[in-house]
């Protein structure tokens, strides 16, 4: 048995975010919140540099080769460059490759893998992390971050993003 089942509806929140960053123009993608906030652009792609990095850079998963990081370690995040906006393609292509690797964790993972545990070296600190504890990070991370964006759609009077409309 697969952990799909306990996770069903984040495919559904990352088409969400997908089809609203794919629909917006260059000059949506790089309003801010506030003039030191982050431009959208720089936190969709933050988001999904975030889905290599824990999954593949720090529990091993395949995948970062498909991405735009295919060496998160090494790798700056798309949101280091302020000065190299991403478009709202490149952007989708992100968010599609990376999501890619969460959806085989869900159709690989079972339940017994989700106890199991990493060591991760922070600065001088050892963390140890459970998948599900990383799983959980991720998926609190990718809501935090559409609420940050769903915010500063509002208002900019654009449409915002509805994670829980039905399909």
Request: hydrophobic residues 40%; charged residues 25%; negative net charge.
């Amino acid at each position: 048995m697969s952990i799909r089942t306990f996770y069903d509806h984040w495919p559904q929140y990352d088409r969400r975010l997908t089809e609203v960053v794919g629909a917006m123009t260059d000059e949506q993608l790089a309003i801010r919140r506030s003039p030191e906030g982050w431009p959208i652009w720089a936190i969709v792609g933050h988001t999904a540099g975030a889905r290599v990095y824990w999954l593949c850079s720090v529990l091993g998963e395949p995948g970062a080769e498909a991405t735009p990081w295919p060496d998160p370690l090494d790798d700056d995040g798309w949101e280091d460059d302020l000065d190299h906006p991403r478009s709202a393609a490149e952007l989708v292509t992100a968010l599609e490759s990376t999501w890619a690797i969460i959806d085989r964790c869900l159709d690989t993972w079972t339940p017994a893998m989700l106890l199991e545990t990493v060591e991760r070296r922070y600065g001088d600190d050892l963390q140890v992390h459970t998948r599900t504890s990383i799983l959980q990070r991720l998926l609190t991370h990718e809501a935090y971050h559409c609420g940050e964006l769903s915010q500063t759609l509002g208002i900019a009077g654009l449409p915002q993003i509805d994670l829980w409309r039905p399909d």
